[in-house]
C-alpha cells in the first residue's frame, strides 16, 4: 500500500507506474483504491463507475477497469455533502458527519472487493487517501491505516519534498501515528526532487535514523507527467501549449474534466482553465462548459461570476462554444428538478443557445458507448454518466448516432453544440476534424498510444531511481502490528 504524508503528493502517479513497472517484469497486477474522493469518474466495463485515476492505473495494469479497483468513491456535491458511490453504483447522499457513522458499514464490502480482486493477480498495489497522520479521522477508517489493518498489507509512506518540511512530513507522521500502525510501515520514499538527489543524503539517513524506516530512494520530477491524464483540473492551467486557445469554465462542481487530456495533449492547442472571478479571454476560439455534479448550482454561479456576459460576447464575434453533459444542460432554454435531485425542486432558465430543455430524473444513465458522427461517420468512443432527459428542436438534427438514435444538439447556425458524450476528443479522428473546423491541424496521432507509451517511460524511471527489488520484497513481508 502507497500512502502520502500530505495530500497530492503523487500517490496516483507512484501506484501507475509501480503497477506497469511490474507488469513490465512479467507480473499479474492491479491497482486499488479503497476509498477515493473525486467527481473525474471512470466508467467501468461492468457497468459501475470509479474514479478516473484508477482507471489509468488499470491501463498501466493492461487491465480493463473494474468496480472492485474502487469500492468507495466519493463525489462532492456541496460544500457539506457528497454521493457514495459503492461497488460501481449509487448508495446514498450524505453529509461529512453522516459518512463518519457510515465508514464501518463500508468495511466489509471493501474487503470484498480486494480479496476478489487479489484472486486474480500476483500484485495488487493500493493507494491511500490524504494522509494517515489525520488521526481525527482514523476511527472506522478505511482509507488509509484502517484498511492496511484489516487487510493486512504493508505500507510505503511517500514524502513530496516539492512542498518543503518533507523530514517533518515523515518523520512527523511517524511520531503521531500509533504503534501499530507505526508497525504497518516498512519504508519510504521521497518524491518531487529538482535537481541533485545526492544533496539530500544526509536528510535520508536522518529520516530512516528518526523512523526507522527503509530507504526506498528518491524519485526526480517526472517531467512528462502532464502527458497522464490529470487528477486534479488545476493540473491542467499549468502546461502551456499552442497557438489555438480554448477555454474551459472552472465550474464549482466540474466533474469528468478527463475531456480535456486530449487537446491538452496537442501542441497546437492551449488549454486555459478559467477560473472564478476571471472574464473569459477575447482569443479564445472555443469556450467548454464542461461537466458538471450540480449542474443548477454551477449554472447559478456561472452567471454570478458574469460568464453569462462574456459568452454572449464571445458568441458575437462568431466564437465556438461546446458544452458537455452538465455542460450541455445549461446551454438550453430551461432545466427543471421537479425531484429536488440536485437540492430544493426548482426550474431555472438556462443560457438560451440551443433550443432544448432538460428534466432531471433519479435514474443515472451509466454506460460505455460507440458513436458515430452524423456528418462524416467518424467513429467516437467515449462513455455517458449524468442524470437527466434532453430534448427539443435541437435534439432533432443532432451530431451524433448512438445505436440508431441521434445524440446531442447542435444550433442552427452551427456555432454551438452539446452532447451527454465523455471522452470524444480521445478519438484521434473525431479530434482530428473538429480541430479542422477551428482551423488547427492535430499533431497527435494517436492519444491512446502516447499514454501508454509515457507508462512504459514512467516505469522505466521509477525503475531507474527507487531501489525496486526491495519494493518487491517489501510487498511480500506482512508486518507484525
Sequence with gaps: ??????????????????????????????????????????????????????????????????????????????????????????????KAREYAKLKTQLMPKVLESYFRLAKTVDFIIVEGAGSPAEINLRAGDIANMGFAQAAQTPVII???????????????????????????????????????????????????????????????????AWKLPAEDVMDIANRPGGILKIAVLRLDRISNFDDLDPLVAEPNITVEIIEPGRPIPGDAELVILPGSKS??????????????IDLKAHHRRGGKILGICGGYQMLGAEIHDPEGIEGLPSSV?????????????????????????LKNGIEVNGYEIHIGVTSGPDCDQGWLQIDGRKEGAISKNGQVRGCYLHGLFASDGFRTEYLKSLGIKSRLENYDASIDETLDELAGFIENNLDFNQLIQLAKIVPKS
Design 295 to 308: 449542474t443548477i448550482s454551477d449554472l447559478e454561479n456561472l452567471r454570478v461570476n458574469g460568464w453569462d
Design 349 to 373: 432558465a438556462g443560457l438560451g443557445y440551443l433550443d432544448i430543455t432538460t428534466i432531471m430524473t433519479p435514474k443515472k444513465n451509466l454506460s460505455l458507448v460507440r458513436a458515430r458522427t
Design 158 to 224: 511517500i514524502g513530496d519534498i516539492d512542498r518543503g518540511g518533507v523530514i517533518a512530513q515523515l518523520v512527523g507522521t511517524n511520531a503521531i501515528l500509533s504503534h501499530g500502525d507505526r508497525a504497518r510501515i516498512t519504508g519510504f520514499a521521497i518524491n518531487k526532487f529538482r535537481g541533485d538527489t545526492s544533496l539530500f543524503d544526509e536528510g535520508m539517513t536522518a529520516i530512516s535514523r528518526a523512523t526507522q524506516w527503509k530507504s526506498i530512494g528518491i524519485l526526480p520530477w517526472f517531467e512528462n
Design 1 to 94: 500500500m502507497i500512502q502520502g504524508a500530505g495530500s497530492n503528493v503523487g500517490k496516483s502517479m507512484l501506484v501507475a507506474g509501480i503497477c506497469r513497472a511490474l507488469v513490465l517484469r512479467g507480473y499479474t497486477v492491479a491497482p486499488f483504491k479503497p476509498q477515493n474522493m473525486s467527481n473525474n469518474a471512470a466508467v467501468t466495463t461492468d457497468g459501475g463507475e470509479i474514479g478516473r485515476a484508477q482507471a489509468l492505473q488499470a491501463v498501466a495494469c493492461q487491465k480493463a477497469p473494474i468496480v472492485d479497483m474502487n469500492p468507495v468513491l466519493l463525489k462532492p456535491e456541496s460544500e457539506i455533502g457528497a454521493q457514495v458511490i459503492l461497488q460501481g453504483k449509487k448508495l446514498t447522499t450524505v
